[in-house]
């Protein structure tokens, strides 16, 4: 196992509503990196956040927002939920830049 | 835009068989590549680098080509347990995540008794 966490592991929401997923990474990582995987399609940049601050960002709208608290365990924030908002959120925690990411077991989302 | 290129499959595979991916990548300035591997509704961990010398972890061989944006991943001896999906992934930046990693679709590998 990678020893990152991530919860909940399932989620039920309805549209309009806000969702806040949460991601415990490794120990000694301090970069986290949010992912949106689709059924059938490979996973999607979301952001990342380096020592509490964000560091990139994929192409997705403001209302996907997140934070990095000082312990590194970060949090992904998704307002005014949208249908095809459903899939699998991943999260990936890595030693400063390094290239190599590992993930969490993922929330995974639908949207009602 | 950058995209990575996978064929999807599925991939249906004796085992004991040898089996080749291919992947391609649109971006000539990318720094790092990798294979994962995710089973059905689980994540993606991480199967191995791949170096511009080519690299081998046991039963697995990855090669890197730049001049044609190529990535290969050669699985030897399949077993039963290799069946999954196979990511192609590419960083486009050294040390870093500011574009994140990019992933292609993945390529489904069936592993039949």
């Known amino acids: 196992e990678t020893g990152v966490t991530q919860s909940p592991t399932h989620l039920i929401k309805t549209r309009g509503q806000q969702v806040t997923l949460r991601c415990s990474s490794q120990?000694?990582?301090?970069?986290v990196s949010w992912y949106q995987q689709a059924l059938g399609q490979g996973p999607q940049f979301i952001f990342q956040?380096?020592?509490?601050?964000?560091?990139g960002r994929g192409n997705f709208p403001p209302r996907f927002s997140g934070l990095q608290f000082p312990n590194y365990s970060s949090e992904l924030n998704v307002n005014a939920l949208e249908l095809d908002d459903s899939a699998l959120y991943l999260c990936?925690?890595?030693?400063?830049?390094?290239?190599?990411?590992?993930f969490g077991p993922g929330t995974r989302l639908t949207v009602l | 835009r950058k995209e990575v290129e996978q064929d999807p499959g599925p991939f249906n595979v004796p085992e004991g068989a040898t089996v080749a991916f291919n992947c391609t990548y649109s971006?000539?300035?990318?720094?790092?590549f990798f294979w994962y591997r995710q089973d059905c509704r689980k994540e993606p961990k991480l199967l191995m680098s791949?170096?511009?010398s080519g690299n081998e972890d046991g039963r697995f061989t990855a090669q890197l080509n730049r001049a044609s944006q190529y990535i290969s991943l050669l699985i030897r001896d399949s077993k039963l347990s290799d069946s999954a999906t196979y990511l192609c992934v590419v960083n486009e930046a050294l040390g870093g995540g500011a574009d994140g990693l990019t992933f292609g679709k993945g390529t489904h590998l069936i592993i039949q008794p």
């Open positions: 791949v170096y511009s």
């Open positions: 956040y380096y020592r509490e601050e964000e560091n």
């Open positions: 990936a925690s890595s030693s400063g830049l390094a290239d190599e990411q590992f």
């Open positions: 971006n000539s300035a990318s720094q790092s």
């Open positions: 120990s000694g990582h301090n970069t």
